[in-house]
């Protein structure tokens, strides 16, 4: 078959005639009762089982992906690569040639069966991919085309190819990992801020993983609304790099006391903290907390290679503390704030067209192992984040840029 009749302009002009065609044939026939001279025969170009890539490649028909196998909250047990067939998008679907995925902390409590219970395994692994548009179906040829460059937040990311439907997706101007570091962990400190921060100029903002994926975006988010930022971090690097965020504070914890330098530095105590940690960080958070202070609960980063997934926190007086501030602690789950989500990516995606925003990625160059480039590492890229190396968003290349061999 011509490749060009596979492209998918010409499929929606296809699926159109067909329709019309479908539905006319009867209805004029029957009511004319005139017969057509021969009509051209309709060809079933059978659009979502057809598809070419922009580059005029052909789609392998098998792929590799990750699937959870084995609920576990280490990675390594609970996932496997497994070969698969390519999957065909449906009628609303893009299919993605993933170019970068996303490493989430989280991807070991979907991997543990902590997001969703009645989630058994295999399931799909991965939240957020970047790439092109290889194939689709044809109500989605209403908006995409093959060669688009889509990013998404969805579950199955960690595949060579991934089905997405098409309303989910969104476009972007590039295949660039920055984009990809706003789909989840810009978003989410986006719109924690926003929503639940309150900022006010001149409050004053603790961010505890300060440096890392969703970290960097609350400590630009908090300086933007002109507060004064502290985040903590575990290098002199990531120090370096929060400083060069504007961060007014960066905490090296461990070269110095957290607490201490919390309770010296800031005896009024803090407005905000945006906490991401769990344990007794979050016991140092509350404790530093000022009056009418708002403490956001992000995650529990510490716990979540543990059993349970929780860390140890001893909250017994923790009522008391919040009513003698009368401070208040907070819930954030991306997902419960679809509503915000469009607005938060379009007014970040503006910020960092026109310089305002710095989407730190940490492809693992200085990871042991180098450069995290295919689909398995990111087993290797989960182990860098969690020994607590990355700087910025970890990013693990799926495929390098499609070379073309359209003949087109
Ligand atoms: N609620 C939501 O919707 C939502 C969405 C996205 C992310 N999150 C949460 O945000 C937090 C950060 O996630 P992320 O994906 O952006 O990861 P990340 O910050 O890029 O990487 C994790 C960082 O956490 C720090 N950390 C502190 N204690 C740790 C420990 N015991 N084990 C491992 N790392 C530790 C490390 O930085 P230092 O070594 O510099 O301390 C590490 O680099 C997580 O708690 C995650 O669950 C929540």
């Known amino acids: 078959m011509s490749s060009l009749l596979l492209r998918p302009r010409l499929l929606t002009r296809g699926g159109r005639a067909l329709s019309l065609l479908g539905g006319g044939r009867g209805a004029s026939d029957s009511l004319s009762g005139v017969h057509p001279v021969a009509r051209r025969s309709i060809i079933d170009l059978s659009y979502s089982a057809h598809f070419m890539d922009f580059a005029g490649s052909s789609i392998p028909s098998s792929m590799s992906k990750l699937v959870v196998t084995k609920l576990s909250p280490d990675f390594r047990e609970a996932v496997c690569v497994q070969s698969v067939a390519v999957p065909t998008p449906g009628d609303a679907e893009l299919l993605v040639r993933n170019r970068f995925v996303g490493i989430n902390a989280s991807d070991i409590n979907y991997s543990a069966g902590r997001y969703d219970p009645s989630l058994k395994p295999p399931f799909d692994a991965g ?52 984009f990809l570091t706003l789909l989840v962990s810009g978003a989410t400190a986006y719109i924690a801020m926003k929503r639940l921060g309150d900022l006010a100029e001149g409050e004053t903002v603790l961010v505890t993983a300060a440096a890392g994926g969703t970290g960097q975006f609350a400590v630009q988010f908090a300086k933007q609304a002109g507060c004064h930022v502290i985040g903590t971090c575990s290098s002199n690097e990531k120090a370096g790099f929060l400083k060069s965020l504007g961060c007014n504070r960066p905490i090296n914890y461990t070269t110095e006391d957290l607490a201490k330098t919390l309770r010296k530095e800031y005896p009024k105590g803090v407005n905000v903290v945006y906490e991401s940690v769990g344990g007794s960080v979050l016991e140092v958070a509350v404790n530093t907390l000022a009056n009418k202070g708002r403490l956001i609960v992000i995650g529990f980063i510490s716990g979540y290679q543990t059993p349970s ?8 007086t923790l009522p008391v503390k919040l009513l003698q501030k009368s401070a208040s602690m907070r819930g954030f789950f991306l997902p419960h704030f679809y509503s915000d989500y469009r607005e938060a990516l379009s007014s970040m995606m503006q910020m960092f067209a026109t310089g305002k925003l710095v989407c730190e990625v940490d492809y693992g160059d200085q990871a042991e192992g180098g450069r995290f480039v295919g689909l398995e590492s990111v087993f290797r890229a989960m182990d860098y984040m969690y020994s607590g ?14 070379v073309s061999n359209s003949k087109l």
């Open 127 to 178: 939240f957020e991919g970047i790439g092109e548009v290889v194939g689709l179906g044809l109500s989605a040829s209403s908006r995409y085309t093959v060669g688009d460059n889509v990013a998404y937040f969805r579950s199955g990311a960690f595949a060579e190819y991934t089905v997405v439907p098409a309303k989910e997706c969104v476009p972007v101007p590039a295949v660039k990992p920055e």
């Open 309 to 316: 997934g929780i860390p140890q926190f001893r909250g017994g």
């Open 389 to 402: 190396k990355n700087l910025g968003k970890v990013v693990v290349e799926v495929a390098p840029p499609a």
